[in-house]
């Protein structure tokens, strides 16, 4: 990565850096405590309508203040469409970067309007109607006939609504124009052979919605005819991908004008472009069949290098990319994909990134990814046949990017992650930008009705899986400049149901996610110079994908072992089979450069490349590295003859064989057993862990582990002398822990994240490495010893502030054993005070649990804080100092999702979401403090009578 940023103003001790170097462990203290934008939360900022400046520096301060160190500008449907990228717009950009500048914050271009690159809001086409999208289709005329009609094109913009038809399309319809043919063959019946007849096509009848093809004579007995016809969408607002004046056009439209407007930032603040799903629409039609379920976007320029490339034997391949499962025609099928896909990455992405790099800005974005949501290659966009966009050679487009990015969708540990932090170490980088969003709604919801019931406790649970599966930063989907209207529910066009939730809409937004932020950002750069223990190499099926399709049983196995290999707590990696070509064994482990694996899993893999590759996977197996392979094994070669089959037949007594994943087991059998050679985890069976560490960048080992319910986990050192610091991600402080015990059991409660570096060699320097704590005062010594809880049922009101959207300055007797929405306030979900008044002899430490909340809480008596959560376990210890004799008002300050304020009244939601505390808190007092008055009550505070219900002013 490049230099870092500014930070907002340097800590005292920075200043201190500067007079004296610090070694890399104490620069990654400095680092830990004061993270860069790089490592802090970002966000995409929606743009509904034109900001004015107050509103612009507004918002940019509200990111800043909570945390969000870096954005990106993203117009939405909302925003008119003709607006985009008008002078009023770019002005409104710079005055956005300029106030970014001013924080030391860092933006991103995002590099067209709504999403999917490739129209810039369809600038790049107007006045340019023959750089529109254009799609090969195919027509099948049986023996016999003469001709043969194509109709019925439907375009997968339909299933996002009018909306997104609108966006795509002028006039919200599709209409194709200009049919031409482009092959026209002949297909044998019984022997598959095809030959190219040029005259066969007497003419070709084209309308808006379909044509007729004519022959020139009937297909001859015992044959097929097949003719590609291509037509450009006259009405789409994209480019054709695949041509290189279209992609150079959509530049000048859609990147220089951000060029002319903010080129001074460049570099700076504003330091990447970011691509966005960047691939024309996928179509289908009435009588399409074969292997390749979408038409093909299709140029002149793509035909010469088909030509280029096979020659007299184009009409072989044509063919065998739609028919055919002989290891001949797949081996066709697969070099095809290999060939579009490294001529589109090329002719798009290898543009962006070019007009990127000359203007000082790195790149970014990431493609469509089947997996993202889920764990299985095929979980998303089923319905589309992604190898048209670039072949979903993932680790291919990673070499146009400088910054890895991958989206994830969803509350949920799954693929994307893991696979973007995979492709970045590929090219010799690690971490990954993941962009975050929810479209699945709870049970009872409607489809892209969004999250607005998404709670803080859940974003934080998802952020810190995803850190632990190789995310750097995360990308919120997003931070909303208006929340919207309630009149309609219309997906996409009403902002409110845009992808939702506007996370500044949320009430606990403003006061509780600063924290997580912050402890985001800290276990980012906690994990930034870990190379991850990691010891099985899974094999990306990339050419299995080509020649079997995106739904093959690839795409299932794929996700079963990675999702068992997650849950076993096993490191891995997705490799590409290009790794295999530098790949060197040392000690019965395959090395990828620096990655060190001691098992390679084989996912359903039916195609590799040639023969070699087997070759390299016998001298794997035969050198001690574990082979497995789970399901069909390889029958096809892409290159050379095909004899994959019986190659394999000789392997496979190396190999490790599986009709299905193995158990957990097995799985963790592949696990190195380092605890003689370096420190590691381990997580006992049945513990709820989840881990990542490894060496670090000085001469330390690094592990952070978190769980969402209770656990532990065991750290295993070899014989010592070893140093243990624990540091703290919610304070930025570091504490030194005693290395007793072999291992070491670490205990974990609910939603606990621990962050461990372990190193040989002498204490710290006093005052260079940061504050530490003896392990005496780690443990706790000298806390009191609480009494039995006391449940506090009753004397609570509830108080609604002044400025609250509903229900303003009200107050009302509340019971705290179910949520509000079930006391007579459905559709409220703002924030709101549970008051009560405890009485109290003596002031002592007190302990206040709440069991059940739905919402972030701040905890005050007698107007002093106390205490913020926002997740479990929701405990607070209020010192004897904030407590006086006699009445003392206790305030419970919850702040619960928006969801029951935006979903009121639109029948999305089967029924209100809770708010509020959902069961009595709990009252414990400090027996060492209330030891010294005997004459003290048993329970100490507002038992029995000496209760109260009246609150305090």
Known sequence: ????????????????????????????????????????????????????????????????????????????????????????????CRAAVGTAAELGMVVGIYDDYNW????????????????????????????????????????????????????????????????????????????????????????????????????????????EAIVFVSARCATSRLVNPVDPVAVDRFIEAGYQPFADALGDFFGSTVAYMFFDQPHAVYYDWAQRTGDLRSAMPFHESLAVSIRERWGGRTPQVLAAVLDGDDPERLSLRAQFYEHFSGYAMETFL???????????????????????????LDTAFANWDLRVNFGLDHFGVDGYRDLTAVDAQ???????????????????????????????????????????????????????????????????????????????????????????????????FTDHHPRFALESARLSEFLEPVSPQSDVAVLYPLRTVWTAGQLGEQASAMGEWARALTEARVGFHLVDERDLD?????????????????????????????????????????????????????????????????????????????????????????????????????????????????????????????????????????????????????????????????????????????????????????????????????????????????????????????????????RRDIAVTCGWERQGLPAFAGTADYVRRIELDTPVPLELTLPAVAGAVIVSVNGVRAGARAWAPYRVTIPADALRPGGNELRVRVAPSAANRYYAGTGLRAAPEPCGLLAPPLLRHARAAAAANPGAPPGGFGSGPRSSSTPEG
């Open 1 to 92: 990565m490049a230099a870092r940023p500014a930070r907002d103003s340097p800590p005292p001790e920075e200043l201190f850096e500067e007079l004296t170097p610090l070694s890399a462990h104490e620069t990654a203290l400095r680092r830990f405590r004061n993270p860069d934008p790089w490592h802090a939360p970002a966000a995409y900022w929606f743009w509904h309508r034109l900001p004015d400046k107050d509103t612009i520096r507004a918002q940019v301060r509200q990111m800043h203040d909570a945390g969000i160190r870096s954005f990106q500008v993203q117009a939405r449907l909302s925003y008119p469409i003709e607006d985009y990228l008008d002078d009023d717009y770019l002005a409104a």
């Open 350 to 376: 290898g543009k962006l990134r070019a007009w990127s790099h000359a203007h000082g800005l790195r790149q970014s974005g990431h493609e469509v990814l089947g997996h993202v949501g889920g764990w299985a």
């Open 582 to 810: 530098a790949a060197a064994v040392e000690e019965g482990a395959v090395c990828f450069g620096d990655r060190r694996y001691r098992a390679l899993v084989l996912p359903a893999v039916t195609t590799l490349r040639s023969a070699a590759s087997l070759r390299r996977l016998r001298r794997l197996a035969e050198s001690g590295v574990r082979l497995l392979a789970g399901g069909a094994t390889p029958t096809v070669y892409q290159e050379g003859p095909q004899t994959a089959a019986e190659d394999w037949a000789e392997i496979a007594p190396a190999a490790e064989v599986f009709a299905a994943v193995p158990e957990e087991a097995v799985l963790r059998g592949l696990v190195a057993r380092r605890g003689r050679a370096e420190p590691t985890l381990r997580v006992p069976t049945g513990s709820a862990v989840r881990w990542r560490g490894g060496p670090d960048a000085a001469d330390g080992f690094r592990f952070a582990c978190f769980t969402e319910t209770e656990g532990t986990v065991e750290l295993v050192l070899p014989d010592g002398p070893w140093h243990i610091e624990e540091w703290e991600a919610a304070d930025g402080s570091v504490r030194a822990l005693e290395a007793a015990g072999d291992p070491i059991t670490l205990r974990l409660e609910q939603n606990a994240l621990r962050l461990l570096r372990v190193y040989r060699g002498a204490e710290p320097a006093p005052g260079r490495a940061d504050v530490t704590e003896d392990a005496g005062a780690a443990a706790g010594h000298g806390t009191p010893e609480w009494s039995a809880p006391e449940a506090l049922e009753s004397g609570w009101l509830l108080e609604v502030p002044e400025d609250a959207y509903e229900e303003a300055g009200t």
């Open 116 to 223: 999917q690159t490739g129209h810039a809001a369809g600038r790049a086409v107007t006045g340019h109607d023959e750089l529109r999208e254009r799609h090969l289709f195919w027509v099948r005329i049986p023996a016999g006939a003469a001709d043969g009609s194509l109709s019925g094109i439907r375009s997968a913009t339909e299933n996002l609504g009018p909306a997104a038809m609108d966006w795509h399309y002028e006039g919200g319809v599709v209409a194709w124009a200009d049919w031409r043919v482009e092959y026209a063959l002949v297909v044998d019946g019984e022997q598959g052979a095809a030959a190219e007849r040029p005259g066969l096509v007497d003419r070709v009848d084209g309308a808006a919605d379909g044509c007729r093809v004519r022959l020139a004579e009937p297909v001859p007995a015992g044959a």
């Open 410 to 508: 969803d509350a949920l540990v799954q693929l994307s992650p893991v696979f973007g932090d995979s492709v970045a170490r590929h090219h010799g980088r690690g971490g990954t930008m993941v962009e975050q969003y929810f479209v699945t709604p709870p049970d009872g919801g409607t489809p892209w009705s969004g999250h607005w019931g998404l709670t803080l406790q859940e974003l934080r649970t998802t952020a810190i899986n995803h850190h632990l599966q190789g995310m750097r930063q995360m990308i919120f989907h997003g931070f909303y400049q208006t929340h919207g209207h309630g009149d309609d529910h219309e997906s996409l066009r009403n902002p409110r149901f845009d992808f939702p939730p506007g996370i500044n809409f949320e009430p606990w």
